[in-house]
């Protein structure tokens, strides 16, 4: 069996709709150590102009798509996800103050769109997800104008590490195999990687750790994802319940001891002009 962060089936429950995605969102916003925006950070590397072109590959809900149009940025973005591409079309014509980005969909391994046709390629947080990652660079590469620039987002390979401890050891308390976090397929570890396609690649490092005050909100994020790496993994869920029993009892006694439950989670970007 794959990795749940790159096997089509799980990728298939998982953003089948944006309601995990939100719950995650939702709680960088609420529980972040640091006030800023990461999406705001990593958009800061892009050193956007109004008329630029900005492909947004595996958008989401297209989130951060209103507010760059507002700038004057013509966003288009991609999801592999019917789902996502229906929410980032619904939340583009909510949220768009003139006429709302388009979002097609497709897959980063073989864009449908062609050479050398946008000035900003984003791939944000979803590399980690994509079979051939080689294969989605060199897609990126090829439709970016000369003087182009990509920025691609990911976490860094211990990101909610402590989170992920006790979820390895509930999982195998429990007569569970857990799976490798996503990190260890594409993280900020990967900047090798990313030069065999874009030589002059750089990286950029954001410290940032989540607080959570009490259990709840972990215990949401936690569900929202992380709940489900386990090689024994059934599609109806079966192992969830014993899962969050345990790693919530856990969280709890730390909340107890330490007055909260901080999780280090740092992510960045790589950038690179083409
Ligand atoms: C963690 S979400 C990130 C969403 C958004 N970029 C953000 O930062 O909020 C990953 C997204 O990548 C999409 N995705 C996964 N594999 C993909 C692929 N091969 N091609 C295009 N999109 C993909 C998923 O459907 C999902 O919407």
Not at 64 to 83: K, T
Not at 248 to 269: N, S, Y
């Amino acid at each position: 069996m794959h990795p749940p962060s790159v096997d089509p089936e799980y990728l298939r429950f998982q953003y089948g709709d944006n309601e995990r995605l939100r719950v995650r969102i939702e709680t960088h916003r609420r529980y972040s150590e640091r006030p800023d925006d990461f999406v705001d950070w990593a958009l800061g590397h892009a050193a956007l102009r109004p008329g630029q072109r900005l492909l947004d590959v595996g958008c989401g809900d297209g989130g951060c798509h209103a507010p760059l149009c507002r700038r004057g940025v013509r966003v288009v973005g991609l999801d592999r996800s019917a789902g996502m591409v229906r929410a980032a079309r619904q939340r583009a014509i909510a949220e768009a103050a003139g006429p709302p980005a388009p979002v097609l969909q497709g897959d980063a391994q073989a864009l449908p769109i062609g050479n050398a046709c946008v000035d900003r390629a984003l791939a944000a947080h979803m590399l980690y997800h994509v079979p051939d990652v080689r294969a989605a660079l060199r897609e990126l590469r090829r439709v970016l104008r000369p003087g182009g620039r990509v920025i691609l987002t990911t976490n860094a390979a211990d990101h909610s590490q402590r989170l992920y401890a006790l979820h390895a050891a509930a999982a195998r308390a429990l007569g569970y195999t857990p799976t490798e976090p996503p990190g260890a397929h594409f993280s900020l570890d990967h900047l090798e990687l990313v030069r065999e396609v874009f030589p002059g690649a750089d990286r950029h490092v954001r410290r940032d750790a989540f607080v959570f005050p009490d259990a709840a909100p972990a215990l949401r994020y936690y569900a929202s994802g992380r709940v489900d790496g386990i090689r024994e993994r059934v599609p109806d869920g079966a192992h969830r319940p014993a899962l969050l029993a345990a790693v919530e009892a856990r969280i709890k006694e730390i909340v107890a001891r330490e007055g909260a439950f901080r999780v280090p989670k740092d992510a960045g970007c790589f950038v690179a002009d083409v």
